[in-house]
Nanobody, 115 residues
Framework: QVQLVESGGGLVQAGGSLRLSCAAS????????MGWYRQSPGKQRELVAR???????TYADPVKGRFTISRDNAKNAVYLQMNSLKPEDTAVYYC?????????WGQGTQVTVSS
């Protein structure tokens, strides 16, 4: 099994920044994709950003130019730097790690952006 521990969520004013972290532990062999998803009340969970092992990144249109995803393969960790936050970024953010065809989710961390 793979365990994920997220941190870094919180309350911030519009225009502010937050940095989310997610560390994987347990039966780690070779993590393929690491990513961040978010879910707001009444909405489906949606992709925010993902990064493959080679470093290629994908971003959802609403966060392009404001969010940056990165990973540290030595630490089995993924990060999400969120700048210029908007109230519509308010959601529970979930870390996703994919390994050998299996997906593992973190417990989620709340991000609240006040106007």
């Amino acid at each position: 099994q793979v365990q994920l521990v997220e941190s870094g969520g919180g309350l911030v004013q519009a225009g502010g920044s937050l940095r989310l972290s997610c560390a994987a532990s347990g039966r780690i062999f070779s993590i393929d994709t690491m990513g961040w998803y978010r879910q707001s009340p009444g909405k489906q969970r949606e992709l925010v950003a993902r990064i493959i092992r080679g470093g290629r990144t994908t971003y959802a249109d609403p966060v392009k130019g404001r969010f940056t995803i990165s990973r540290d393969n030595a630490k089995n960790a993924v990060y999400l730097q969120m700048n210029s936050l908007k109230p519509e970024d308010t959601a529970v953010y979930y870390c996703l790690v994919s390994q050998m065809g299996f997906n593992y989710w973190g417990q989620g961390t709340q991000v609240t952006v006040s106007s």
